[in-house]
């Protein structure tokens, strides 16, 4: 689609705004909008202007002018379905005034690391198909003082509000699916259905396709399927996925989060990521003679990916919180292990007889991560098993369908199972040691020179972790610490 065509789509539609949107490293989407008339065919294709100072670890003051390059291609634009004036939405990438791309763009990014897919000979697609959760709650509350630190969350739902009388203008109905029993509960347990239902009739307008919905396991918990897409594509889908998710439940007067673990004792929310690699239109994932139906280059790739976990998890869970769900119990495995149909093991082989449908499936992955970083590293850590030729460390090497969960500590040690790493710290410390090594699976090159994640980009996102989301977490006293500690 060229420029003008897209000009001419929008005033056929009776378009009077344009909203360009960007993703920051975090995964945050921000947005400048235009009136309709001052959009030219020119400026579409040199560039918006915007202020890449004002964006969190991106550029210095003295090097703050960046432009915004829309993409017009199929499905990456679309009428924002909650704007009061029409509205059309366009993704965009960011770049540099000479008029190359910005290396810390996370979308820039993910389309780099497909060019080294197709480089590299592997492959010419890749696939990958999130699956986001997600809370509704009705009201949070925040403390965070130097003399008080506490949050409150609350749902209808929540088996804490069984004696209440009233919630709101509602009175108490009694029925509350109740801790880790919100799977497949039929109203009024699940409270949420209609809900749900206005959430898929917005996400189809926005041009996603959807398949299950459905109450997840927790208390105040749901998930929408989509459709899997390409890696550049399935991210787009998350950014629209949270916004509309997030924007439907706000004009309810409710609130969404994809938090990974907003609730104590109950099951978290996760972003399980199908991904499989196509060359020549055949799946390279499949074999009908392998293990659980997988060819040899999908055990490599399950092995690059469980040889570079802790750099890996440091895109994937990418929060402190992340990992308060990577508990066993609460179906966010951290034992690093694949299985056909076993939810304990960190890849999921799910069912499939053709080769269409065979894929991997790892669980450990949430929502707190940037989709196009996360989706990228994934895809590089898994190349870098199938071009090294990796195998599956020895413990793990054959499926393993026990319930994993039950595993003790001491169990999972002798028998050499390797696991994610328990916090955020000891993520970053794998992905500092990634950056360090000449070798690392990070470092690739494309035909070009240039680097997928260059050292400026992979020194901020580190840095970035470090500043904002772990060092002022582990500096502020936690409510349980006043009772184990106070009283000492």
Not at 332 to 351: E, G, H, T
Not at 421 to 426: C, G, I, M, V
Not at 457 to 484: S, W
Request: charge should be negative; glycine fraction near 8%.
């Amino acid at each position: 689609m060229t420029a003008g065509d897209f000009l001419r789509e929008c005033r056929e539609n009776g378009i009077e705004f344009i909203d360009f949107r960007f993703t920051d490293i975090k995964g945050t989407w921000h947005h400048v909008t235009y009136d309709i008339d001052a959009v030219t065919e020119e400026m579409l294709a040199d560039g918006i202007p915007f202020d890449g100072s004002s964006i969190p670890a991106w550029q210095p003051i003295n090097e703050s002018d960046m432009l915004l390059k829309p993409d017009l291609e199929i499905g990456t634009h679309f009428e924002d379905p909650f704007t009061a004036d029409p509205t059309m939405v366009v993704f965009c990438d960011v770049y540099n005034t000479d008029g190359t791309p910005y290396e810390k763009c996370p979308r820039s990014i993910a389309k780099r690391t497909l060019q080294y897919l197709n480089e590299s000979g592997v492959g010419d697609v890749a696939y990958f198909g999130p699956e986001n959760e997600f809370f509704v709650f009705e009201k949070i509350q925040i403390r965070d003082e130097k003399n008080a630190q506490c949050y409150e969350v609350d749902t209808i739902e929540g088996e804490w509000n069984d004696y209440i009388a009233e919630f709101g203008d509602e009175l108490n109905i009694g029925h509350r699916p109740r801790t880790k029993g919100g799977y497949f509960p039929v109203p009024p347990v699940d409270s949420m259905m209609d809900l749900r239902a206005e959430m898929v009739k917005v996400l189809k307008q926005v041009g996603l396709e959807t398949f299950v919905v459905h109450h997840e396991v927790a208390q105040g918990q749901g998930e929408i399927g989509v459709k899997y897409g390409t890696l550049v594509e399935a991210a787009d889908n998350v950014q629209k996925l949270k916004y509309v998710i997030k924007m439907v439940a706000h004009l309810n007067g409710k609130t969404a989060t994809f938090m990974p673990k907003p609730i104590y004792g109950d099951n978290g929310n996760g972003m399980h990521t199908h991904q499989s690699i196509w060359k020549d239109g055949k799946n390279l994932f499949f074999d009908a003679n392998g293990p659980e139906k997988l060819s040899k280059t999908a055990l490599q790739y399950i092995a690059g990916v469980f040889d570079n976990i802790n750099a890996v998890a440091a895109f994937t869970n990418a929060s402190t919180n992340s990992y308060k769900r990577l508990q066993p119990g609460f179906e966010a495995p951290n034992i690093l292990a694949y299985s056909a149909r076993n939810r304990s093991a960190a890849c999921r082989i799910p069912y499939g007889s053709s080769e269409k449908s065979i894929r991997t499936e790892f669980r450990f992955p949430d929502s707190s991560s940037n989709p196009y970083l996360a989706f990228s590293v994934l895809l590089l850590a898994g190349l870098d098993g199938i071009q090294n030729q990796k195998e599956i460390y020895e413990a793990a090497r054959e499926p393993m369908n026990e319930d994993l969960f039950e595993l003790t500590l001491d169990e999972i040690k002798e028998r050499g199972i390797r696991t994610l790493p328990p916090t955020l710290r000891e993520a970053l410390y794998g992905l500092e040691d990634a950056i360090n090594r000449a070798d690392s699976f990070l470092k690739v090159t494309l035909k070009d020179g240039s680097r997928v994640f260059s050292d400026n980009f992979l020194k901020t996102y580190l840095d970035y972790k470090y500043e904002v989301e772990l060092i002022p977490v582990e500096g502020r006293p936690h409510p349980y610490e006043f009772i184990t500690t106070y009283s000492c």
